[in-house]
T-cell receptor
Framework: KNEVEQSPQNLTAQEGEFITINCSYS?????LHWLQQHPGGGIVSLFM???GKKKHGRLIATINIQEKHSSLHITASHPRDSAVYIC??????????FGQGTRLTINP | DVKVTQSSRYLVKRTGEKVFLECVQD?????MFWYRQDPGLGLRLIYF???????EKGDIPEGYSVSREKKERFSLILESASTNQTSMYLC????????????FGPGTRLTVL
């Protein structure tokens, strides 16, 4: 069993729908990251959080430390949100352990 | 903006060749990382470096070596490429503060025939 599990692995939705991607982890962490990877490979960081909730535009990330679970929500989804979303947990100061990624496709 | 560049976007090599993947960052970051990304497995750490000439093995270092002679440059070396090293290779860098963001390069898709 992977230390970081994401669900679903693939998600297809219509433009405007509310999207939720889940991340569960089984190890102790100091922080959790949500990353976005567009076709072509480049990865950008969306959020880093260690408690509670963060919001940036239409994206919201939450974490429940006791339940070892995080969610990434996208409101009013748009085709440009189509990408792979990756959850990564930080162990110690530097090491990241990554989930397998969730491939999101938003159809117009 | 932090910029992390990788020497090639696509590379095709033959089994047994020695392969060099180069990564350069322009933000004076102390830490640099090499990952490979495979479908269903996510990103896995090969090696990282926290200072010039310093390196530590990651989770899957077998078949790879690294070199960091200058702070801005971190090279991944495949001494004798094999078909199971066909993958996407991603470089990242971060500054020396704990719990900080890693900045990723665009990736190199390596195919070993």
């Amino acid at each position: 069993k992977n230390e970081v599990e994401q669900s679903p692995q693939n998600l297809t939705a219509q433009e405007g729908e509310f999207i939720t991607i889940n991340c569960s982890y089984s190890v102790g962490i100091s922080a959790l990251h949500w990353l976005q990877q567009h076709p072509g490979g480049g990865i950008v960081s969306l959020f880093m959080l260690s408690s509670g909730k963060k919001k940036h535009g239409r994206l919201i990330a939450t974490i429940n430390i006791q339940e070892k679970h995080s969610s990434l929500h996208i409101t009013a989804s748009h085709p440009r949100d189509s990408a792979v979303y990756i959850c990564a947990v930080r162990q110690g100061a530097q090491k990241l352990v990554f989930g397998q990624g969730t491939r999101l496709t938003i159809n117009p | 903006d932090v910029k992390v560049t990788q020497s090639s976007r696509y590379l095709v090599k033959r089994t047994g060749e020695k392969v060099f993947l180069e990564c350069v960052q322009d933000m004076d970051h102390e830490n640099m990382f090499w990952y490979r990304q495979d479908p269903g497995l996510g990103l896995r750490l090969i090696y990282f470096s926290y200072d010039v000439k310093m390196k530590e093995k990651g989770d899957i270092p077998e078949g790879y070596s690294v070199s960091r002679e200058k702070k801005e440059r971190f090279s991944l070396i495949l001494e004798s490429a094999s078909t199971n090293q066909t993958s996407m290779y991603l470089c990242a860098s971060s500054d020396g503060r704990p719990y900080n963001e890693q900045f990723f390069g665009p990736g190199t898709r390596l195919t070993v025939l």
